[in-house]
């Protein structure tokens, strides 16, 4: 099955910018679709952005639009958070996450429960 992996993750200060990566194992040319979410402590996950593996539409929590870009390389199976203007409200556990286009299917691509192939997370720090 898939497997995710992510990195880039790290501290920053208030204004900075990341590129968080998130490498994949064991696709087929299933399309899938794929995202990043986050968790503060003691917060539910939200969802941050998501596109889909073939390219075309991505979808982002209004609290990102115009600050972050998703992105997906087929070639490399990887898939990007391009992060600017961080703040620190966006500080968090950042998942990457996968399903199949089938599964999404009737669910918002921002709701965590449409994805069922997660990674481990990389920590997001950021520093007023």
């Known amino acids: 099955q898939v497997q995710l992996v992510e990195s880039g993750g790290g501290s920053v200060q208030a204004g900075g910018s990341l590129r968080l990566s998130c490498a994949g194992t064991g696709y087929t040319h299933s399309s899938y679709y794929m995202g990043w979410f986050r968790q503060a402590p003691g917060k539910e996950r939200e969802g941050v952005a998501a596109?889909?593996?073939?390219?075309?539409?991505?979808y982002y929590a209004d609290s990102v639009k115009g600050r972050f870009a998703v992105s997906h390389d087929n070639a490399k199976k990887t898939l990007y958070l391009q992060a600017n203007s961080l703040k620190p409200e966006d500080s968090g556990m950042y998942y990457c996450?996968?399903?199949?286009?089938?599964?999404?299917?009737?669910?918002?691509?921002?709701?965590?429960?449409?994805?069922?192939?997660w990674g481990k997370g990389t920590q997001v720090t950021v520093s007023s």
């Open positions: 596109i889909y593996s073939g390219g075309g539409s991505a």
């Open positions: 996450a996968a399903a199949l286009l089938e599964r999404t299917m009737g669910w918002e691509r921002l709701d965590s429960r449409a994805y069922d192939i």
